[in-house]
């Protein structure tokens, strides 16, 4: 019987260190997985001496976002024309912003694993630990070390199981914060349910079990993402859009979280509830200050991601028979204004004040994002047919 090759992606800018790659590969060895592949998906440079270091351990494709030719070659010879390789490897944000979408990036990965005929591909971030935060106080904390392979092959051999994923220990993503109108913000960016979190707790997530409560889910998380590339006809790619606003681009998030909902209209995605730890903030234990200018940085990049993802993703829960809440855009749009005028002034900091300028422009550019979504929908699904070709 043919072994499974099995893959980890990681998409990151610059290949400049080891962690967390050469820790998730100690786990491995430690739980005595055999891993074929090591696919690092970066935009900039790569630290020779690092990559020599994995390549003694693992097979390593290094894929450059915007520059591949090796992965353009393939697509080619599988009999994608030029315009149909440029949707699914083109970069055109980066020559004039420096920017990648999400989106395209991790699409790098998966083409690759398709190319190195991977059947199991395991996607961690570079702030991702194969490990889980178990306990946390002012005075100490400690973690407990989990199979992280095997535990997703567990689910992911299963029938009908395309897709594994769960969510995070650590530090939520949103500081704690809280100011007048802030609800009004939340709610204009459609995160009106972290109001609660954000206003009344500054501990991290901990979990002292785990793979306890699994469960079906629309919800991936692209930092502890497994997936059955064998699942050929089910597999979409990954999608999220950009908006050029004042001269200045941003890139709109979620492209894990429309990427769930494609897969769950054929096949199953199942919540493993193993949450790996997420060290998002970079200096953990310390407490995340939302004054820190790194930290107000990514709160304010964030707010424009999701006002960038949510026209679209509202659509596609529309389209996918999905649960979804009615989205009022005028009454979301109204609370936007006064939130985002009252953060402004609560952290001195003008670049809120671009957020419902930039709500109106998403909806403005929906049209364009659908058409660009069904545009890389039907090559991929040609991609596809090809690959399926070429392996049977």
């Given at each position: 019987?043919?072994e499974?090759?099995?893959a980890?992606?990681?998409?990151?800018?610059?290949?400049?260190k080891?962690?967390?790659?050469?820790?998730?590969l100690?786990?491995?060895?430690?739980f005595k997985?055999q891993?074929?592949h090591?696919?690092?998906?970066y935009?900039?440079?790569?630290?020779?001496s690092i990559l020599?270091s994995f390549?003694?351990?693992?097979?390593?494709?290094?894929?450059k976002?915007?520059h591949?030719p090796f992965?353009?070659?393939?697509?080619?010879?599988l009999?994608?024309?030029?315009?149909?390789v440029?949707?699914?490897?083109?970069?055109p944000?980066?020559?004039?912003?420096?920017?990648?979408?999400?989106?395209?990036?991790r699409n790098?990965?998966?083409?690759?694993?398709?190319m190195l005929?991977?059947d199991?591909?395991?996607?961690?971030?570079s702030d991702?630990?194969p490990?889980?935060l178990?306990?946390?106080?002012?005075?100490?904390?400690?973690?407990?070390?989990i199979?992280?392979?095997g535990s997703?092959?567990?689910?992911?051999?299963?029938k009908d199981?395309?897709?594994?994923?769960?969510?995070?220990?650590?530090?939520?993503?949103?500081?704690?914060?809280n100011?007048p109108?802030l609800?009004?913000?939340?709610y204009?960016v459609?995160k009106?349910?972290?109001?609660?979190?954000?206003?009344?707790y500054n501990?991290p997530v901990?979990?002292e079990?785990?793979?306890q409560?699994?469960i079906?889910?629309?919800?991936?998380?692209?930092g502890?993402l497994?997936i059955?590339?064998?699942?050929?006809?089910?597999?979409?790619?990954f999608?999220?859009?950009?908006?050029v606003?004042?001269d200045e681009?941003?890139?709109?998030?979620g492209?894990?979280?429309?990427?769930g909902?494609?897969?769950?209209k054929k096949?199953?995605?199942?919540?493993i509830?193993?949450?790996v730890f997420h060290?998002c903030?970079?200096?953990?234990?310390?407490?995340?200050?939302i004054?820190?200018?790194?930290?107000?940085?990514?709160?304010?990049?964030?707010?424009?991601g999701?006002i960038?993802?949510n026209?679209?993703?509202n659509w596609?829960r529309?389209?996918?028979?999905?649960?979804?809440?009615?989205?009022e855009?005028?009454?979301?749009?109204?609370?936007?204004k006064?939130?985002s005028r009252a953060?402004?002034?609560?952290?001195?900091?003008?670049?809120f004040?671009?957020?419902?300028a930039?709500?109106?422009?998403?909806y403005q550019k929906?049209?364009?994002d659908?058409w660009?979504f069904r545009?890389l929908?039907?090559?991929?699904?040609?991609f596809?047919?090809?690959?399926?070709q070429?392996?049977?």
């Amino acid at each position: 019987m043919k072994e499974n090759v099995k893959a980890f992606g990681i998409i990151t800018r610059d290949l400049n260190k080891r962690e967390p790659i050469e820790i998730f590969l100690e786990n491995t060895r430690k739980f005595k997985h055999q891993m074929q592949h090591l696919i690092v998906s970066y935009e900039d440079e790569v630290d020779n001496s690092i990559l020599d270091s994995f390549k003694k351990q693992i097979k390593v494709t290094a894929v450059k976002r915007g520059h591949a030719p090796f992965l353009e070659n393939y697509l080619s010879k599988l009999g994608l024309t030029e315009e149909e390789v440029m949707i699914l490897t083109g970069t055109p944000y980066k020559n004039d912003y420096g920017l990648i979408s999400y989106g395209t990036s991790r699409n790098y990965v998966l083409l690759t694993a398709f190319m190195l005929k991977v059947d199991y591909l395991f996607f961690f971030d570079s702030d991702i630990y194969p490990k889980i935060l178990t306990h946390f106080t002012d005075d100490s904390f400690s973690f407990t070390e989990i199979d992280f392979v095997g535990s997703h092959l567990k689910y992911l051999k299963q029938k009908d199981v395309v897709l594994t994923t769960s969510d995070y220990s650590g530090y939520y993503i949103i500081p704690k914060m809280n100011f007048p109108h802030l609800k009004d913000l939340l709610y204009g960016v459609q995160k009106e349910t972290a109001f609660d979190k954000i206003t009344k707790y500054n501990d991290p997530v901990t979990a002292e079990t785990y793979l306890q409560k699994v469960i079906d889910t629309q919800k991936a998380l692209g930092g502890n993402l497994a997936i059955n590339l064998n699942k050929i006809n089910v597999l979409p790619p990954f999608f999220s859009s950009a908006m050029v606003m004042n001269d200045e681009c941003f890139l709109g998030r979620g492209e894990d979280t429309l990427f769930g909902p494609e897969i769950h209209k054929k096949a199953r995605c199942v919540d493993i509830d193993l949450p790996v730890f997420h060290n998002c903030f970079g200096d953990f234990p310390k407490k995340p200050s939302i004054f820190l200018e790194k930290n107000l940085d990514r709160f304010f990049y964030a707010c424009m991601g999701w006002i960038i993802r949510n026209p679209f993703l509202n659509w596609l829960r529309q389209n996918s028979n999905m649960k979804y809440d009615v989205i009022e855009i005028s009454s979301r749009l109204k609370a936007l204004k006064i939130g985002s005028r009252a953060a402004a002034e609560y952290f001195n900091d003008d670049r809120f004040l671009m957020l419902p300028a930039a709500f109106e422009l998403s909806y403005q550019k929906l049209a364009n994002d659908i058409w660009n979504f069904r545009r890389l929908m039907k090559t991929w699904k040609k991609f596809m047919k090809l690959n399926l070709q070429e392996h049977s």
